[in-house]
């Protein structure tokens, strides 16, 4: 009795491990499937609305706003903590600006990352990003005084023209 049982039990684990492997098998080929398909996409998108890949020279133009739109992200996330010691000091007034700050820091590094490989949605994050630093610029730019905050409005204002520029070198 204990033989039948045993040799039930090893089909048992030989049938498991057979199913194992056909999951692992379904497994990797789903995964190259996918791994085809976004090859397949990739190659196919770009960020002009007919199709065509953008030409090599506004290389310049992409790689640019990429560059602007990291070094406003990081003055803004800068600004921001400026903002939360200038509030922990009691300045309230400064509540709004930290939350444009924050925002429009987050849009840039999104800008910076899309932009930088040229993806498909550059254009977009890079308009939306530019309407984010229109609006923090603003902001810090109601406190003259503070240098700080000079330099924020500042690098938004590049980053701004920048992704403008990015925008209408690839619309030609």
Known sequence: MSGTMRDRAQRDAKELRAEEHTMERLTMFSTVGMVVAGLVLA?????????????????????????????CARQCESCARHCVDLMAEGKKEHMVTLGNCADCAEFCTAA????????????????????????????????????????CAQECRTCAKACRDMLQGTSR
């Open 43 to 71: 190659a196919t998108c770009s960020p002009g609305e007919d199709g065509k890949k953008p030409i090599e020279h506004h290389a310049a133009d992409f790689e640019a706003c990429a560059k602007s739109c990291g070094d």
């Open 112 to 151: 910076a990352k899309i932009v930088a490989r040229r993806g498909p949605m550059s254009a977009a994050i890079c308009e939306a990003c530019a309407k984010a630093c229109d609006v923090c610029s603003a902001a810090c730019e109601k406190f003259p005084d503070d240098e700080h905050m000079k330099r």
